[in-house]
């Protein structure tokens, strides 16, 4: 029996360093139409508007990527900034406000870049996902593996108990064993449900 359980506590563990199945490569391509160019900010100064500029030109592939159902990667203004846009951007015509007084608001433009950077964000989203699954799926074997252990030792010493009471009190010991075994059953039992509720 312990040759049993130790074979199947292997076994989970291989599963769990396997991890989660291979990273999508097939990335598909987002449409023309609906690449972003351009971003137009406005500030008080030229570096608070470029600063909203790179936060808007984040906010915006942030939704593109919800729009296309890639939830597990969220872009940082660093990352847009170094990897999306083409360059620092450039300062456009100041714009008069009534309402923020009679000095004028500063623009600021930046500029998505024309290589096919849609690919790499996805990926990285791709990447997120498995890395997620992989952490759902230790979650699960380290549960499974720690039950199957105790109920290793729990047979271990129903074993030792009953032959040192020479079975005087085998029934209250079996349902002892049976009413701890089907609980950690059912922790095992739920630590798979998890992983498979998570996806795979």
């Known amino acids: 029996m312990k ?3 130790l074979t199947i506590c292997g076994l989970v563990l ?3 360093i396997a991890g989660a ?4 490569t097939n990335v598909p391509a987002l449409p023309e139409a609906m690449k972003p160019r351009e971003v137009k900010a406005f500030g008080v100064d030229a570096t608070k508007a470029r600063e909203i500029a790179v936060n808007q030109a984040t906010i915006l592939v942030g939704k593109l990527l919800e729009e296309n159902h890639y939830t597990s990667f969220r872009p940082d203004a660093k990352y847009v900034r170094e990897n999306l846009l083409a360059d620092d951007g450039k300062p456009g015509p100041d ?3 009534d309402l923020v007084g009679d000095e004028p608001l500063k623009q600021w433009i930046v500029t998505f870049k024309d290589s096919n950077w849609w690919q790499d964000v996805v990926r990285r989203d791709y990447e997120a996902q498995r890395v997620q699954r992989a952490a759902v799926r230790q ?3 380290k ?3 720690v039950a199957l252990l105790v109920l290793l030792a729990i047979a271990n010493a129903y074993v030792r108990i ?3 009471t020479r079975s005087r009190y085998a029934r209250w010991l079996q349902v002892i064993c049976v009413g701890v075994a ?3 059953l059912a922790i095992a039992l739920l630590a798979f449900a998890m992983y498979f509720l998570a996806g795979r």
């Open 3 to 5: 040759q049993m359980f």
């Open 14 to 16: 291989l599963w769990a």
């Open 21 to 24: 199945s291979g990273a999508q």
């Open 95 to 97: 714009v008069r406000n």
């Open 139 to 141: 979650s699960a074997a």
């Open 143 to 145: 549960r499974f593996v």
């Open 162 to 164: 009953n032959r040192l």
């Open 182 to 184: 089907s609980v950690l």
